[in-house]
């Protein structure tokens, strides 16, 4: 009866309640594209960044994260490998000999991290292997081969078929010392690994380094960052049957998570700003509305309605218009959001820039239940609180007065 | 009389050897120095790395000349026998005979722990910093086992390219190191070198047993001793090259 009649004062003045749905409806949309586009964007920008070398998440040896060296090991990784690969999510687990030794092309002689690795496995987690830019990529067969980034490349003075000398200390203290064919030259975009990094095969790491059949880490992948975030239960259960640490990607990135939580958080104040912005003026015209309709509320309460009756009639009505502005925004909103999502979004920006923040040129939106439901879903519920204002003045009124007021 | 009293004074307190009445933290410290690594040294020692899986023992040869030089040798075990460190001046090099070759240390290398022990590179090379990029002062002394020993306190001269944020060595009155502790530069001790056991060696007071603790490693440390030492007997001057390093002469 109440909702019946609430309906019916909607459309009394179709042109107010179009104005307040549809700018409703435009905020609404808006945030449903804005944050999905955020969504789209960090997604992005963490997947790139982590499949670059890092993996998704890692499980190492207990007490690596604090002391990196080739003591903290896993001794048995190729079957903790094996059974982290069974987790549903994860497609592939590479071990990881992570070493620090001189490396040495005559007189000239860098400092850099020595990074054993299975190649084939390295090839479906990290996306250095197709960022060759001379050679090719270790493979499977390979022994005294390495890859290094093109800058260490450059400072070593050594291209692809030259040979590097390497010096550090084995996980028994003794000497570790080997020399190396460059295979590839790559280029990460990332200056600290191009710098500093060169891979060579597990097994010649292993030996040179004194391993056994040791590791120190093992680099997990997935089809996407969600898909290995799911599997995180699942694999902390591993780890602490395997007596191993895991670490997830903010703890292997802490400062690129900080950033984007920073980042959500300075979005989250605009937001904030435009809703309430939106809200003001819908209530605005409510409030507009309802001194306009004195005496239609004095004529009614003479028929017998409560002010209480009344005052919850003029809430649904807001509530309706907002339902239907949000409706509207998420719908068409979502709609143009889906279909970018599908085709990519291109902004005129230079690529060498993007790349140095891991953007790829190419943008996608990433909608979900979330992205689509957060903005229009605060939006309604400040109409719905700030609705509750008139109420005070409607439980006020009398029936004489207020039907003699103009 | 009074006047050949002053006289007398006057001579006796020139006489005297600064030190014996006010000695200075840095008169104190290049003493000390001196003592251990005279102008020039042959020592041999053994070195023992401790940690909490392995502990290994090696044999070391080494040579010093003046401050700056210094030639180091491991001889054993087998698998660490004929690799080597020169230090020249600020410059490191070594050389490792599986790969036939010697290396120059880049300066970010020179932290890194030198032959898997507790000492780094710099412990080697950038031991003159303690004498030239600190300022000394005394901040305490005390009796032990019958010599009187010196605290003194080492501060990095304002700008000084050295990692720590003070040195504390206690020195005895007969210049022999007793302990050294380094702080980080947040003035919390990383870790301490004791002197174990002082002998007499190449006719001289001699710290013959040295250990390097890292504090926040409790079960891991380098000791260090002397089993000979020979000082100021001149070394011949192709021991400290390059072409020494890699195809030693003797």
Redesign the interface.
């Known amino acids: 009866m109440l909702a019946a009649l609430a309906w019916r004062n909607l459309w009394r003045r179709p042109q107010r309640t179009l104005l307040s749905v549809l700018s409703v409806a435009i905020v609404s949309g808006l945030l449903v594209f804005i944050l999905s586009f955020q969504n789209g964007v960090y997604g992005q920008m963490k997947e790139t960044t982590l499949r670059i070398f890092d993996g998704y998440a890692e499980l190492q040896a207990n007490g690596y994260a604090d002391d990196p060296s080739l ?1 903290h090991a896993i001794a048995d990784p190729a079957s903790i490998a094996q059974q982290a690969q069974k987790a549903r999510g994860v497609s592939v687990a590479a071990p990881r000999v992570n070493g ?1 030794a ?1 490396l ?1 092309n005559g ?1 000239r ?3 850099a991290v020595v990074i054993g690795v299975d190649p084939d496995r390295e090839a479906r987690l990290s996306s250095i292997p197709t960022r060759i830019e001379a050679g090719r990529y270790l493979q499977h067969a390979d022994t005294d081969s390495a890859v290094v980034g093109d800058l260490l490349a450059k400072n070593l003075g050594v291209g692809v078929g030259g040979k590097v ?1 390497m ?1 550090g ?2 996980r ?4 570790a ?3 190396l064919q460059v295979r590839g030259i790559y280029h990460s975009g990332i200056p600290d690994l191009d710098r500093s990094i060169l891979e060579m095969p597990l097994q010649r790491a292993q030996v040179t380094f004194q391993m056994q059949d040791a590791a120190n880490t093992i680099a997990l992948g997935g089809p996407s960052l969600n898909s290995v975030d799911r599997a995180l239960p699942a694999l902390r259960a591993l780890a602490s049957r395997a007596g191993v640490a895991l670490r997830d990607w903010q703890q292997m990135e802490p400062a690129m998570s900080d950033e984007i939580d920073l980042k959500y958080l300075t979005s989250l104040l605009f937001y904030v700003a435009l809703v309430l912005v939106v809200a003001f003026i819908v209530l605005n015209t409510l409030l507009m509305s309802v001194l306009e309709r004195t005496r239609e509320f004095g004529m009614l309460m003479a028929l017998g309605m409560r002010p209480g009756q009344i005052a919850g009639m003029v809430w649904i009505e807001l509530l309706a218009l907002a339902a239907i502005g949000c409706a509207i925004g998420v719908a068409i909103g979502g709609a143009i959001t889906f279909w970018l999502q599908q085709v990519g979004v291109v902004f005129p920006i230079d690529p060498k820039l993007l790349e140095q923040f891991g953007i790829p040129t190419r943008l996608y939106p990433s909608l979900s239940a979330l992205s689509a439901l957060a903005g229009p879903g605060a939006l309604a519920a400040a109409i719905a609180i700030g609705g509750l204002v008139p109420f005070g003045r409607i439980r006020r009124l009398t029936p004489a007065l207020a039907m003699r007021a103009a | 009389m009074p006047r050949r009293l002053v006289l007398t004074l006057c001579l006796v307190a020139a006489a005297t050897p600064a030190w014996a009445a006010q000695p200075s933290a840095d008169a104190i410290l290049q003493r000390a120095f001196d003592n251990y690594r005279a102008k020039n040294s042959q020592s041999t020692l053994s070195m023992t ?1 401790h ?1 909490p ?2 502990e ?1 023992h090696m044999g070391v040869r080494a040579w010093t000349r003046g401050a700056g030089d210094a030639l180091v040798r491991f001889t054993a075990p087998a ?2 026998a004929g ?1 080597a460190t020169l230090k020249l001046g600020n410059d490191t090099w ?1 050389y ?1 005979p ?2 036939n ?1 010697v ?4 300066a ?2 020179l932290s ?2 030198w ?3 507790d000492f780094s590179y710099n412990d080697l090379s950038k031991s003159e910093d303690l004498i030239s990029q600190y300022t000394h002062r005394i901040v305490g002394s005390e009796q032990a086992g019958g010599h009187a020993v010196w605290s003194i306190e080492a501060d990095p001269k304002p700008g000084a390219p050295v990692v720590w944020g003070k040195v504390v060595l206690k020195i005895r009155d007969d210049s022999v190191f007793v302990e050294e502790t380094f702080y980080d530069q947040d003035m919390k001790p990383a870790r301490r070198m004791t002197v174990d056991r002082i002998a007499s060696l190449g006719g001289r007071p001699y710290p013959v047993v040295m250990t390097m603790h890292p504090l926040d490693q409790p079960n891991q440390w380098t000791q260090v001793q002397t089993s000979d030492a020979r000082f100021d007997v001149s070394a011949p001057a192709y021991l400290f090259t390059l072409s020494n390093l890699q195809n030693p002469r003797s």
């Open positions: 003591d620090f001189i040495a007189p002689s860098y400092a000398t010096l200390s084995a028994d203290g003794s000497v010392a080997d020399v | 790395i940690r899986t392995w290994r698998a660490d690799n070594v490792n599986k790969l070759q290396i120059k240390l880049p970010s290398m890194q722990a032959m898997g022990s």
